[in-house]
């Protein structure tokens, strides 16, 4: 958990996981309520539009028993027969085969005052069976007869009407006024006629129609009127009642259906959000792979390139490939160099100025310090330094005299010629005091260190500043302290130089302008 958070790839990687997660949440939040409810309801639409399909081809269904039963109740032989004139209608018409041929279960034809005047029909049995009104052995033929007169007896208007019959079995029923001829304003009675929905008509239905088509009896106070239900993702049942003899009661309609719509839209739907995932894993993985390459790499690049910087004794190269750059992390690394170019020129400076004397430029106290520190540090057989003390003589005369400015100037002048002197030796010169200068020797012995001693004595009387208040001579002058390091005596960078010193001493004191070496057994060096 630490390293995710801490690296900035694992950050992104994780930043960008959650914007995918984000936009897949999304992309179904908006498949669940917005496209998933359009897609049900145009599955409702679908299935409320096959029952209306349905209904019509059953509409269609009775129109053929309403133009059936007006053609009979139209027929001149019919309008005879009711008023008694043909009593052989029954026998040349109301046989077996004719109701078989037109596929009725019933036929009941009313006189004048609407009673039962002849019954022909199937009992529940099958048997064919013909009859002058309700009476065995028709007497099967009462409910239907009490329902399709149930019209008439409420006053219904004169003319052909049809019904679903909701009595078991399922048929249709017709009813229609019998009348000599179209134009004939009074009936003479009625004919009504019924034709079960048996299981090879709804088959026809079912070829007509193209849907799987049930249908049912149930009560007419049973809700809803129109309900679906999805039984599985490939089928669902639409259901409607429709009215129905006796009122009580309405025929259910079932059409099983197929969902290859909304599968199609579905399918349709998951394809584009696979793809649409898709595209934003590809986009993220993308976009990882620029950030890599664009930042993360030059960064870690970058981040060694410090560390390195850091540990390294001498200091590495900026990578050329970020200085190359020409983007923000090459401007980047461009500044750092600069910067890092800068402080080490300060740094420098800053060395410079704690090691150096400001007013001749050469080597200070600290800096003369350290090396002697170093050239005595070594295995003490091959120790071989010598020091020089160097003092002018008179110099305060020399700055009443002249003045304080000129007796810097006679520093510095002083300054240049040792360093011309003894710096091509490997000397170090240093300014170790106001008027007083040390140089040190390595490698070098304490005779080697009296000749350049009296060498550079020559050089400073050779410079000939005029010095006119020195009681030493006209020109300025110098005295010379030498010692060398003496194995068990002189061995540490302080008794070096309080030897050098107490030679200097002497030298001063032995009337200036000269040198004095130190030599333990001559000269004594006080112990501290
Ligand atoms: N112009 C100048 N004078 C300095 C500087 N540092 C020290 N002095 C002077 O050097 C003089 C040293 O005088 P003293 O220590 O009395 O010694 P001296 O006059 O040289 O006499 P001896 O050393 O005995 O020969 C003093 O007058 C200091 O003011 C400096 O940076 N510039």
């Known amino acids: 958990m630490t390293v995710a958070l801490t690296s900035l790839r694992h950050r992104f990687f994780l930043a960008l996981l959650g914007v995918l997660c984000l936009a897949l949440l ?124 149930q019209p008439i007896d409420n006053g219904f208007e004169e003319a052909t009407q049809t019904w679903l019959l909701a009595l078991p079995p399922l048929a249709m029923g017709a009813l229609s006024p019998i009348h000599q001829n179209r134009e004939d304003a009074s009936s003479a009675g009625w004919l009504a006629m019924v034709r079960p929905l048996s299981e090879s008509r709804i088959g026809q239905l079912r070829d007509t129609t193209g849907i799987d088509l049930r249908f049912d009896i149930v009560g007419a106070g049973s809700l809803p009127r129109e309900s679906l239900e999805r039984i599985s993702p490939t089928h669902m049942t639409a259901s409607r009642h429709v009215a129905a003899i006796p009122t009580s009661h309405a025929v259910r309609i079932d059409a099983l259906l197929p969902r290859q719509r909304y599968q199609a839209s579905l399918e349709t739907f998951r394809f584009a959000l696979y793809w649409t995932g898709g595209v934003l894993v590809m986009t993220l993985l993308v976009v990882l792979w620029l950030l890599e390459h664009m930042i993360l790499a030059p960064l870690r690049q970058f981040s060694r390139y410090t560390q390195r910087l850091h540990h390294d004794a001498v200091p590495p190269s900026m990578p050329g490939g970020l200085l190359m750059r020409r983007d923000e992390i090459g401007t980047l690394a461009r500044e750092f160099r600069n910067l890092l170019t800068h402080q080490q020129q300060q740094s420098a400076l800053l060395l ?64 240049e010629c040792m360093e011309e002197k003894l710096s091509v030796y490997g000397f170090l010169v240093a300014r170790t005091g106001g008027e007083e200068f040390s140089v040190l020797l390595p490698n070098t012995s304490l005779d080697t260190a009296v000749a ?77």
Not at 50 to 69: T, Y
Not at 98 to 127: N, Q, R
């Open 26 to 149: 999304a992309l179904v939040l908006v498949a669940r309520l917005q496209i998933m409810p359009i897609l049900l309801e145009d599955e409702e639409a679908f299935a409320s539009a096959e029952l209306d399909r349905a209904e019509r081809a059953l509409d269609s269904e009775l129109g053929h028993m309403h133009r059936l039963v007006e053609d009979w109740a139209y027929w001149d032989d019919t309008y005879d027969f009711v008023h008694g004139k043909r009593p052989e209608y029954v026998d040349s018409n109301l046989y077996e085969d004719t109701l078989d041929t037109l596929d009725l279960a019933l036929m009941v034809f009313l006189d004048g005052d609407s009673e039962p005047y002849w019954i022909a029909g199937f009992d529940e049995k099958g048997e064919f069976t013909s009859c002058p009104g309700i009476q065995p052995p028709c007497d099967w033929a009462a409910p239907a007869m009490r329902h399709l007169r």
């Open 352 to 415: 410079e100025m704690t090691q150096h004397d400001p007013l001749t430029g050469i080597a200070n106290r600290r800096l003369f310090d350290e090396r002697l520190e170093e050239q005595l540090d070594g295995s003490p057989r091959h120790r071989r330094v010598a020091a020089m003390m160097i003092d002018i003589d008179h110099f305060k005369l020399y700055n009443d005299h002249y003045g304080h400015q000129a007796g810097d100037a006679c520093l510095m002048t002083l300054a």
């Open 452 to 528: 350049h001693a009296e060498a550079l004595l020559r050089a400073v009387s050779d410079l000939g500043l005029p010095h006119a208040t020195s009681p030493t001579g006209r020109h300025v002058t110098v005295s010379i302290g030498v010692a060398a390091h003496v194995p068990g005596q002189l061995t540490t960078p302080a008794d070096i130089m309080r030897a050098a010193d107490q030679a200097l001493y002497r030298a001063k004191a032995g009337g200036r302008n000269r040198i004095h070496a130190y030599h333990p057994v001559a000269d004594s060096v006080p112990q501290e």
